[in-house]
Structure formats: structure tokens, C-alpha cells
T-cell receptor
């Protein structure tokens, strides 16, 4: 069964607003990654956070990880229309990477 | 660094034919590569793990005789969809595992191959 569950499944916001997506998982992990995928295209790696890290930043992205709650969040600040895409979390344990169900983000200009 | 390519990016084939998809790690050696499948509007599902020089390990429900995986070198793995049917139409994505400083390993994903079986 799939490891990660994401919520919301879909999110629609106005340009300039912040977008927050959450990911929950079931077992211990080595790291957690967030990916972005435009419709019909490949994956774009956004950020990796290791199990001993709690927060990471990259540009307008902020990722948190709470291993006690087995959850992670991705915050996109000051969203742009170009951020419209599907976002997936992926948990890694040993060699195995398992993807979450994804959040479809729409940023309205 | 850590670039993974896939070829072709898009392929259309007729039902009953076989299609080969290549996955290459361009600037690193990957002893392990992974193949994923993504159906429309769904997440990626791991199909198989491929180790260089040995047989692939398939996930439950994935037919090994239908999805042939060959990992002949440290930079190339191939997935052959044999006797393709329309229900095999999907987006196939590979990833390659590379070592980093400190002894950790991370997976790097290819851009994907869209297979359409008519």
C-alpha cells in the first residue's frame, strides 16, 4: 500500500497567497522528498529533508518534518501562476522510495 | 550533476508489439535503478528494483514476463514492455541511485516516457 497520504488532494489559491500541503506516512524513514510535476511531464525534485532535520528552506519553499507525528509539510510562499502543478511527497526507507497521493495546486492569476 | 535521462520521451505502438525504454545515469554510476509507473491523475507506483548484473526484483502484482528489465551496466537499465496492450499505456519513470559524500545514497529521477498503446 502507498506510504504517503497527502492533503489536501486539491488546492486553489490566488496568486500571491501562500500554499501549504501536508504529507503523512506510516513507518520510519531515512529522508523525505518533495517533487513537483507539471501535467504530463516528469518529476522535478524540489527539496530533500533528512530524518534528523526538522526544517529546510529553498527559495520560496519551506519544508518541515515531524518524525514523532510522521508528517511533513511543504509551504510555498508568495505563490505564482507558474507554481500550478501537482506536488508529491516521497518517503525513502533503505533503498525504497514510496510516493504519496499528491496535491494538485492551482494558482489563479 | 546527478542527471538521469530516458529514451524515448514519448512512444506510440500498436497492440501486441514490444517497446523498449532506456534509462541512463549520465554522470554517475548507479548500481541500483528503479522503474515506476504512473497512470493518469495518480501517483507513481514502484514496479521493480534493478541491480546491475542481477535479476530485477518486482513488486507484487507486476508481471516479470511482461515487463522485462535488464541492467547490463552501471549506467544503463532498460524496461521492455512485451506484447503491449492499451491498458499498458502509462507514464514510465526510472530513477537511479547514486552515492553522496558521507555514505548516503539518493535517488535521481528521469524525465519519464509516455507510452501509448493503440
Amino acid at each position: 500500500s502507498q506510504q504517503g497520504e497527502e492533503d489536501p488532494q486539491a488546492l486553489s489559491i490566488q496568486e500571491g497567497e501562500n500554499a501549504t500541503m501536508n504529507c503523512s506516512y506510516k513507518t520510519s524513514i531515512n529522508n523525505l522528498q518533495w517533487y513537483r510535476q507539471n501535467s504530463g511531464r516528469g518529476l522535478v525534485h524540489l527539496i530533500l529533508i533528512r530524518s534528523n532535520e526538522r526544517e529546510k528552506h529553498s527559495g520560496r519553499l519551506r519544508v518541515t518534518l515531524d518524525t514523532s507525528k510522521k508528517s511533513s509539510s511543504l509551504l510555498i510562499t508568495a505563490s505564482r501562476a507558474a507554481d500550478t502543478a501537482s506536488y508529491f511527497c516521497a518517503t525513502a526507507r533503505d533503498q525504497k522510495v514510496t510516493f504519496g497521493t499528491g496535491t494538485k495546486l492551482q494558482v489563479i492569476p | 550533476g546527478a542527471v538521469v535521462s530516458q529514451h524515448p520521451s514519448r512512444v506510440i505502438c500498436k497492440s501486441g508489439t514490444s517497446v523498449k525504454i532506456e534509462c541512463r545515469s549520465l554522470d554517475f554510476q548507479a548500481t541500483t535503478m528503479f522503474w515506476y509507473r504512473q497512470f493518469p491523475k495518480q501517483s507513481l507506483m514502484l514496479m521493480a528494483t534493478s541491480n546491475e548484473g542481477s535479476k530485477a526484483t518486482y513488486e507484487q502484482g507486476v508481471e516479470k514476463d511482461k515487463f522485462l528489465i535488464n541492467h547490463a551496466s552501471l549506467t544503463l537499465s532498460t524496461l521492455t514492455v512485451t506484447s503491449a496492450h492499451p491498458e499498458d499505456s502509462s507514464f514510465y519513470i526510472c530513477s537511479a541511485e547514486g552515492g553522496l559524500a558521507g555514505g548516503t545514497y539518493e535517488q535521481y529521477f528521469g524525465p519519464g516516457t509516455r507510452l501509448t498503446v493503440t
